[in-house]
């Protein structure tokens, strides 16, 4: 597989890159140093620098908060996966502020803006001594002893809502079940008739 990244620049440098681009592809480059591209990290990794031709942007490599797949054609009808992409390198202008953390709260697309927040489920906030009574209680029943059933499990008092007792089934009524051989069925007809006459 290729070695694949996502590069996000200002418009700006968009622009230099395609013109860069564009040029190399033509083969008419006029000055070698304004059509080099470079990217250094420092020793932490996540900081660095861009450099276009002569300019220097600072840039950073920042975790998405999602995987991103990339695909190819060769005949623009099969797509062919090429590769999962978890990192992308941004570069600013030199005056915008560094981005906080590690990790970029944005998707790459509008839909996924604070995709964090948005799209994925809190860590639930877990009362310590209340998995402890429950880590007990699981390993008594495991071990065959019986369990206190006065305690609540689902609240114990402490901050959650205790949960309702589950109503009392209603008593079955009295219903025959069909006759398996015909003896029964025939003495509750013989039954039947005798209390119409």
Not at 5 to 23: C, K, T, Y
Not at 82 to 111: F, W
Not at 114 to 140: C, G, Q, T
């Amino acid at each position: 597989m290729d070695e694949q990244f996502i590069l996000r620049v200002p418009p700006s440098v968009a622009e230099q890159i395609e013109r860069l681009m564009n040029e190399s592809a033509a083969g008419s480059s006029s000055n070698p140093d304004d059509a080099s591209l470079d990217l250094s990290f420092s020793e932490d990794g996540r900081s660095g620098t861009f450099m276009i031709g002569n300019q220097r942007f600072p840039a950073s490599l920042l975790d998405l908060p999602t995987v991103v797949e990339s695909y190819k054609t060769y005949d623009d009808s099969f797509l062919v996966k090429t590769a999962d992409i978890g990192q992308m390198v941004m570069v600013r202008e030199e005056n915008d502020p560094a981005p906080e953390g590690a990790e970029y709260k944005h998707g790459l697309t509008p839909p996924m803006r604070d995709a964090r927040r948005r799209r994925f489920r809190r860590e639930p906030d877990l009362n310590a001594e209340l998995v402890h009574r429950v880590e007990k209680d699981l390993i008594s029943i495991m071990q065959g002893v019986p369990v206190n059933q006065n305690a609540s499990v689902a609240g114990g008092g402490e901050g959650g809502d205790r949960k309702k007792a589950a109503p009392a089934l209603a008593p079955k009524r009295n219903v025959q079940e069909p006759a398996a051989n015909g003896e029964e069925a025939e003495a509750d007809r013989s039954d039947s008739d005798e209390s119409d006459s």
